[in-house]
């Protein structure tokens, strides 16, 4: 009885892991993400853009700063025919002042693509 517990358990996970691979949320390439404008005004960084990847919505995103001041961001779309490609977001923090560039990453740590912020 134990080990048929053990089997469902093992094939929800399973379940889930696929279904969110699939229809999960997705960090994007940067070579799919366009950037329409990036201002920064007063400590908080605007930024906006789209992706051409047809079937993609966008779901939102993560950020760092490093001791360089470097601003690195990951955008994160899924997979859906409802919603919108484009987006616009505002990044807020007292470590934005001395930014001047930033960079969008992908999956992996080599997948990177440098942009210029205006003031």
């Known amino acids: 009885m134990k080990d048929n ?3 469902i358990v093992l ?3 399973v379940g889930v892991w696929m279904y969110l691979a699939i229809f999960g949320t997705q960090t994007i390439s940067p070579a799919e993400v366009t950037i329409t404008s990036a201002k920064l005004e007063d400590n908080i960084l605007t930024i906006s ?9 966008y779901q939102g995103y993560e950020y760092s700063i490093d001791a360089e001041n470097k601003l690195y961001i990951k955008v994160h779309y899924a ?5 919108t490609s484009e ?5 807020e923090s007292n470590k934005l002042d001395k930014v ?3 960079y969008v990453r992908g999956q992996k740590y080599s997948d ?3 942009f210029e912020v205006s003031k």
């Open 100 to 102: 001047t560039n930033f």
């Open 49 to 57: 853009g789209n992706t051409e990847k047809p079937g993609y919505t």
């Open 112 to 114: 990177i693509v440098e």
């Open 11 to 13: 094939v929800l996970i």
């Open 5 to 7: 517990k053990n089997i």
């Open 87 to 91: 987006f616009t977001e505002s990044i």
């Open 79 to 83: 997979k859906s025919d409802e919603g």
